[in-house]
């Protein structure tokens, strides 16, 4: 019989922190903070794979790591959300279930299976008010904190902390919350520890908007995105739909289905 | 907790699978007793156990479409609500309205508003038009056994196509049979007890490419007619203040007419008909 070598829980657990710990480091960054008129989520991101979702009405998402690992969690969010809002109210649905349920699950992947998620997710909720907001902090291991209106996430998330805690502003204008938080983004990643001057292609962004009824989650691309880097506010109306639009008619081909046109053919 | 969560609070496997980007196929898997279609009905007709909702008219116009319900639900020969809102918005770009048990449709305007909503925020984009229309046509089809009890409910689906093919108008209208079936109409159409006669009195006064505001007061004098004959449709009720529902969906989102714009329409219609009760 193959002789088996003793490891000791401790150093399990340790050895999975740490696989976990450097699959998050080597992607890039993303930061949540709130601002005056809501939450402002901003990722590095140069793909058009999401990092930054909605979930609900107040609810975003927002993650670092393995894209396939976050995506799973993200959807059974989404899932669970709807569920509940089908199931009792709109109103009922909170960041603080969501934030339980995923610390559970990431809890559970940590210490039952071999291979630990390599993610850090960020579950927000807007309120009211800045102080209402709420911020959830869900890491690899299962262990969740509550944030005090700003987080990083990602490689160097202690270095760009830093910077979001010694600028935060809970009543600041977008403008200046997204100036923050591009900044922060830049002030790692720079070549022999310089700042980087991030773009718009460079960015995703979106908000929780604190007053708007019914869904609070706006994406902020194209020219919305632009202006607003460029320090100039944008009207509530311009700041971009809930997500993309439905996918264009293709050419040649019928937009409708076999079936729709043969029960269009008969005569009702 | 809600139904279909682990007793541990992990998110069970399904929910974070691949799966699909439906939420009524989800729910199949999650908690089945959720769907309408699911639940076993004792044997026999039960059409009047529950309210009816009756006439709802749609009408495409040169911006979009506008669709419009009568506020009444009856049981029998009774009137079970004067006040029911049957028109819904279904996402920000269509509206969705019932007739039929009311119960039934009511609860199969909540799934089909989460079933858009649940699509956009998984696929991060939203379904087109038609994929709409299809995906409503599959959740009627699902009520087919309860449809023969005597629980039959048929929505209307319109809305503004977001991007549409050649030669078709922005504004887009379908309708549905208890079966499943599912119909493009061109310009207008009306379902519900009283359609028939909505339908007439729009077959005379309807030209394409109206504009919204037209649509608005065709839409509110073709429910007049309707109401005028069909015992089960209600009209304008002058006394309490209670007007169709009326509710547009342009390029700008979907759109419900304010309690003064609707007064200020129906209380013209009314006027009208003090001269010319036929309209």
């Known amino acids: 019989m193959a002789m088996q070598f003793y490891a000791s829980p401790e150093q399990v657990?340790?050895?999975?922190?740490?696989?976990?710990?450097?699959?998050?480091?080597?992607?890039?960054?993303?930061?949540?903070?709130?601002?005056?008129?809501?939450?402002?989520?901003?990722?590095?991101?140069?793909?058009?794979?999401?990092?930054?979702?909605?979930?609900y009405d107040k609810i975003a998402f927002a993650a670092v790591g393995r894209y396939n690992e976050f995506e799973?969690?993200?959807?059974?969010?989404?899932?669970?959300?709807?569920?509940?809002?089908?199931?009792?109210?709109?109103?009922?649905?909170?960041a603080r279930a969501l934030a339980n349920t995923y610390t559970q699950t990431l809890g559970a992947i940590f210490s039952e299976t071999q291979k630990p998620y390599e993610v850090e997710i960020?579950?927000?909720?807007?309120?009211?008010?800045?102080?209402?907001?709420?911020?959830?902090?869900?890491?690899?291991?299962?262990?969740?904190?509550?944030?005090?209106?700003?987080?990083?996430?990602?490689?160097?998330?202690?270095a760009i902390a830093t910077v979001l805690r010694d600028r935060h502003d809970a009543t600041a204008e977008l403008t200046v919350a997204l100036a923050l938080?591009?900044?922060?983004?830049?002030s790692v990643g720079g070549e022999n520890g310089q700042a980087r001057q991030l773009t718009d292609k460079q960015l995703e962004v979106a908000v929780l908007d604190r007053r708007r009824p019914g869904r609070a989650f706006r994406r902020l691309t194209g020219a919305a995105l632009t202006t607003l880097l460029g320090h100039e506010s944008v009207s509530d109306a311009d700041l971009g739909e809930v997500d993309a639009a439905p996918p264009a008619p293709s050419e040649g081909k019928p937009t409708e289905s076999a079936a729709s046109e043969t029960a269009e053919g008969t005569e009702k | 907790m809600a139904t279909g969560f682990d007793p541990s609070g992990r998110l069970p496997d399904f929910f974070t699978s691949t799966g699909t980007s439906s939420f009524t196929q989800f729910l199949s898997q999650a908690a089945p007793e959720l769907l309408p279609g699911r639940r076993p009905?004792?044997?026999?007709?039960?059409?009047?156990?529950?309210?009816?909702?009756?006439?709802?008219?749609?009408i495409a116009t040169a911006d979009g479409v506008v669709m419009a319900g009568d506020r009444r639900a009856t049981m029998g020969n009774l009137i079970a609500s004067r006040d029911i809102k049957k028109v819904h918005p279904a996402d920000a770009y269509s509206l969705i309205g019932i007739a039929g048990t009311a119960g039934i449709g009511i609860e199969l305007i909540r799934l089909f508003q989460v079933e858009l909503e649940h699509y956009e925020k998984i696929e991060g984009a939203m379904l087109s038009l038609d994929g709409k229309a299809n995906r409503l046509a599959a959740m009627v089809r699902g009520n087919l056994g309860a449809a023969?009890?005597?629980?039959?409910?048929?929505?209307?689906?319109?809305?503004?196509?977001?991007a549409p093919a050649e030669g078709v108008g922005p504004g887009r209208i379908w309708s549905f049979d208890?079966?499943?079936?599912?119909?493009?109409?061109?310009?207008?159409?009306?379902?519900?007890?009283?359609?028939?006669?909505?339908?007439?009195?729009?077959k005379k006064r309807y030209r394409a490419g109206v504009s919204t505001e037209d649509a608005i007061n065709l839409a509110v004098e073709a429910l007049y007619d309707a109401a005028d004959d069909d015992t089960a449709t209600g009209g304008p009720d002058v006394i309490r203040k209670i007007y169709p529902v009326v509710m547009t969906a342009t390029a700008n989102g979907t759109h419900r007419l304010s309690d003064e714009e609707i007064t200020t329409v129906a209380e013209r219609v009314v006027a009208?008909?003090?001269?010319n009760p036929g309209g």
């Open chain 1, 122 to 158: 960020c579950v927000a909720q807007v309120g009211a008010t800045p102080e209402a907001d709420e911020l959830y902090r869900i890491t690899y291991d299962g262990s969740v904190m509550d944030e005090p209106g700003f987080m990083a996430m990602g490689g160097q998330a202690e």
């Open chain 2, 41 to 58: 009905l004792p044997p026999g007709l039960s059409a009047d156990i529950a309210p009816h909702g009756t006439t709802i008219v749609a």
């Open chain 1, 72 to 94: 799973a969690l993200r959807r059974g969010g989404v899932r669970m959300a709807d569920m509940v809002g089908l199931s009792y109210d709109r109103r009922d649905v909170t």
């Open chain 1, 13 to 55: 657990q340790r050895d999975r922190s740490e696989y976990a710990r450097k699959g998050i480091a080597r992607g890039r960054s993303a930061v949540v903070l709130t601002y005056e008129g809501g939450i402002l989520l901003v990722a590095e991101n140069i793909t058009t794979l999401r990092k930054i979702s909605e979930i």
């Open chain 1, 181 to 186: 938080a591009s900044e922060a983004l830049g």
């Open chain 2, 272 to 275: 009208g008909r003090h001269e």
């Open chain 2, 148 to 162: 023969m009890q005597g629980l039959a409910v048929v929505p209307l689906f319109a809305g503004f196509d977001l």
């Open chain 2, 178 to 202: 208890v079966a499943g079936g599912l119909y493009e109409e061109t310009g207008y159409e009306a379902i519900g007890s009283g359609s028939l006669f909505a339908k007439s009195a729009l």
